[in-house]
Antibody, heavy 118, light 108 residues
């Protein structure tokens, strides 16, 4: 069964750091580009970042560029999002998603909630 | 343009047909995919590459696209189709992924 399981969310103070993880199973992780998508409470989906299959290329939304770093460990089938200098507006559920190129994002993880507050 | 525009809310009578639209310049160049999200759950892919359904998605869901507008059509809407629906494509200027603002579908 295809599965993505996020972890690492929680409460963090403004200016602090947090690392999210996403454990993949049921597919050949190293063959797929992966993305992070977030959703603020009561709001819509917002793309955050993506990484290619071997980790050599990354891209970020302007809102997180320079503060967040996406990475992956294909030996551990795990995707990461290092979040630094977090702000209140980073408060959201963060989803890990597998990209199938023009065939869309599937599956999605269950999400992990990050709350930035003092 | 980096925006995909959706109507915030749409309603449909049980068993009737409803169309949810998504507009954006990038849709002239890139395929669109559609996602269904029910309260408290992660999004689920329902349509990709304009009009393809993943396995397990009922055939009452279909997609189409023309010019800068893509549509998700539900033919014979069911109560369980009540959800938020998001379109997704690529921003033609940045090559980043972009989502529409979402449409809340109410089945009456």
């Amino acid at each position: 069964e295809l599965q993505l399981v996020e972890s690492g969310g929680g409460l963090v103070q403004p200016g602090g750091s947090l690392r999210l993880s996403c454990a993949a199973s049921g597919f050949t992780f190293s063959s797929y580009w992966m993305h992070w998508v977030r959703q603020a409470p009561g709001k819509g989906l917002v793309w955050v970042s993506r990484i290619n299959s071997d980790g050599s290329s990354t891209s970020y939304a302007d809102s997180v560029k320079g503060r967040f770093t996406i990475s992956r460990d294909n030996t551990k089938n795990t995707l990461y999002l290092q979040m630094n200098s977090v702000r209140a507006e980073d408060t959201a559920v963060y989803y890990c998603v597998r990209s199938r190129g023009i065939s869309g994002f599937d599956p999605w993880g269950q999400g992990t909630l990050v709350t930035v507050s003092s | 343009s980096s925006e995909l525009t959706q109507d915030p809310a749409v309603s449909v009578a049980l068993g009737q047909t409803v169309r949810i639209t998504c507009q954006g310049d990038s849709l002239r160049s890139y395929y669109v995919s559609w996602y269904q999200q029910k309260p408290g759950q992660a999004p689920v892919l329902v349509i990709y590459s304009k009009n393809n359904r993943p396995s397990g998605i009922p055939d009452r869901f279909s997609g189409s696209s023309s010019g800068n507008t893509a549509s998700l059509t539900i033919t014979g809407a069911q109560a369980e189709d009540e959800a938020d629906y998001y379109c997704n494509s690529r921003d033609s200027s940045t090559n980043h992924q972009v989502f529409g603002g979402g449409t809340k579908l109410t089945v009456l």
